[in-house]
Structure formats: C-alpha cells, structure tokens
C-alpha cells in the first residue's frame, strides 16, 4: 500500500475508522480515508496480516516437504493399504474355504473306497474260509480290487477359470471330478456312456433301469442327476434300492403300470415321491426292494397300492439338475430340483428296504438322456470378489 495524500479540491472525507477527523490518507488497497492517527494503526493491521500469511504459507509448504519425506502415510494411500489387507483377507479366507473343501471332499471319496473294500474283504474271507471258490470269482473279485485302486488314486484336478474379462482381479478356483458314483447296471432299451456318466434311452418309448455302482451303507451321500434331453415332461424315476435288485422285475413293474394307465400319464404331470413295494407274489418282486421318487400320478388302484405318493407341483424340463440325498444313518431319501427349488423327503423303513442302498434311474421316452454330474466345490467367484475389492476400492477413494 502506498498512501496518497488526499486532494485538496476534492470533497473532504472523514476517517473511516472514527468519523470524526478529517480524512487525510486514503488507502489504494481498500479505498477507504483515515486520519492522521489510524494510519499507523491502519498500517499495523496489515503487518498482521502479511505475518498470518507467512506463517500459513510456511506451515504448508513444511506439510508439503513431509508428505515428501513420507509418501506413504498421505490418508488416501493408507485407504488402499487398508482396502489391500481386507482384499488378502479375503482371498484367503476363499483359498482356506477352498482347502477345507478339497479335504471333506476326499475323506468322503477314501470312506467309501473303505467301505466298498471292506465289503470285498468280507466276501473274500466267506468264501476261502467256505473253500467256495473258482476261476470266475477269483477274476471278478480281482477286478473288483483293481477298480478300488482306480477309484482311491483318481486325479484329483483343481481348476482356476479363465474369464474373457481382462480386468478380473481373482479367477474362480474350483474342484471337480470328484463325484464317486456312477451308473454301471441296465436293464432295457438303454446303455451307459462317458465312462459312466451317462445313460442314454433307445429309439423306443419304454421304460428302462439304470443302476448306480456304488453301494450306501452309513453317513449322507449326494448325487445330482442333469436331465441332459428329454423330449417330453415327465417319464423319469429317481430313488433307491436295496442292493443287486432284480432290474428285469423293476421294468416289468414300470412297464405294466405303463400299459394299464397310458391314458393317465400322458395326461398327468405331477410329481409324487413314491415309496415302492408289491406283494411278495407280485412279480416276485418282494416288498424290500425299491424306494424311489417318480413324477406321474397313478390312477389304478392296485397300482397305488404300491405308490404310497407325495404330490409335488412342478414338473421336470430339459436342463434341470436334480439332487438326490441319501442319508443312511437316519433312513432318509430326499430329492430337490434346482430350479424350482422344490424338494421332498421320505422316510425309508430298512426292514423293506434293507440296507446297503444304490440308486437307480428309470427312463421311459425315446432318446431321453440322464447325466450324473460332477461334484463342484467352489470357492469365492472371482466376479464376486472382484465386485467386492472394486465396491471397496471405490469407496476408499471417493
């Protein structure tokens, strides 16, 4: 600021900080008039002033030499300090989960490899302790152990999805393969395939049986059945059975119910849970024999006696994945659809059904395909981990 004296032929100003003297200064920084005594005082005011602003301009340009010094500890970088360490976390919590599973998963897979060799043991032992033994059963019984160590020594693959997004942080890990059962006995216009895997109906609409290999005698074991091709709804079984049921009076059973009730079935898409059992003079097939699940309602009367029924309003489509859970140690049969997410549940009573149990399929359209699917335990996805660390990134920053 530099004072000018004020004109003397312009209008007499009074000071602007008394109002009484004569204003005899005026200030080009804020235009106002003062008198003799509060120029000084005037001009002490912005001596302050420019202190304070080089006081602040000083503790800035320190605070900009700090965060020189130490980058790392400006607050937006310690946010995604922090976001990295949940984001760790995280993924190995997923790959924890993961380990977890992988470990359940093959203690499941050695205690049914135990029990079906436990079984074998027993027979060996009954028949050379009988002395009850030929060429046949040597070879049978031999194969029998060679599957055993197939089984206990399958790969076991671990696979980390690719994703065509390019800016995925975290691919999906997962374990497959794992599934231990697969169809291995038919009766009827219908054969095995995919090592197993698959069962695929003839050129004929008649029923045909599918069994599973495995034999379940204790703990809970799932198995879950893609319909890979069905071409009409309905037509299906899925249940259990005692063990080496007679499949030739299984389809005689489901084809009589099929010639005496065409007309109902074709018109019927209910689903029904069906505990099966006949007389023992009934195709002599006795009453322990088969426990299943079906998905046609039955008219005829004697046929229902056999069907003690559930009726489950959804029907099954191409594509679906049904899941059927045995749980032996509480006599339990239950079946889900995942995409309808309905589900039933029966009590078996082993004194009809005794002990060990395998499952079985029945399939009665032509060309109809049933897959049994692979066990797939996952972790975390990475789209849901990415979202996750991308939803915590973003909060961070802004």
Request: hydrophobic share 30%.
């Amino acid at each position: 600021m530099y004072p000018n004296v004020a004109s003397t032929i312009r209008k007499k100003q009074l000071c602007s900080k008394c109002n009484k003297a004569a204003g005899i200064l005026n200030c080009y920084g804020c235009g106002k008039d003062f008198c003799y005594r509060h120029v000084a005082e005037h001009r002490q005011e912005l001596t302050r002033e420019m202190e304070n602003l080089t006081t602040k301009h000083d503790e800035f340009q320190q605070t900009i030499a700090e965060q020189e010094k130490q980058p790392n500890s400006h607050p937006l970088i310690q946010n995604i300090s922090q976001w990295e360490q949940e984001s760790i976390n995280k993924i190995r919590q997923a790959a924890e989960n993961a380990r977890n599973a992988l470990l359940a998963t093959l203690a499941t897979h050695r205690t049914i490899v135990k029990e079906d060799l436990t079984r074998l043991i027993g027979e060996l032992s009954k028949a050379r302790n009988e002395d009850d033994y030929v060429e046949t059963d040597l070879k049978e019984w031999t194969e029998k152990l060679n599957n055993l160590q197939k089984d206990l020594n399958a790969a076991q693959a671990i696979d980390f999805g690719k994703s065509e997004n390019e800016n995925v942080l975290i691919s999906k890990i997962f374990i497959n393969g794992l599934s231990a059962d697969v169809f291995q006995q038919t009766c009827g216009d219908i054969q095995i395939l995919d090592a197993g895997r698959l069962a695929a109906h003839g050129l004929s609409n008649q029923h045909a049986v599918v069994c599973g290999k495995r034999l379940y005698s204790s703990g809970q074991h799932r198995i879950r059945f893609k319909i890979d091709q069905c071409n009409y709804v309905g037509g299906l079984t899925c249940g259990i059975l005692s063990k080496d049921p007679p499949l030739e009076s299984i389809q005689r059973f489901f084809m009589n119910n099929n010639n005496n009730n065409m007309n109902q079935r074709s018109r019927s898409s209910k689903k029904t849970f069906a505990n099966l059992y006949t007389n023992e003079h009934s195709f002599n097939w006795p009453a322990s024999e088969n426990y299943g699940y079906h998905n046609t309602a039955l008219a005829n009367s004697n046929e229902n006696e056999r069907f003690n029924s559930i009726p489950l309003n959804n029907n099954w489509q191409q594509n679906d994945i049904l899941e059927l859970r045995i749980d032996c140690d509480q006599k339990m049969i239950y079946l889900s659809n995942e995409r309808t997410h309905q589900s039933e549940e029966r009590h078996i009573d082993s004194n009809k059904c005794a002990l060990p149990w395998q499952f079985f399929v029945t399939i009665f359209y032509a060309n109809s395909r049933v897959r049994i699917c692979e066990e797939t335990v996952s972790t975390t996805t990475k789209e849901q981990l990415d979202d996750c660390i991308e939803d915590q990134l973003a909060t961070t920053i802004h």
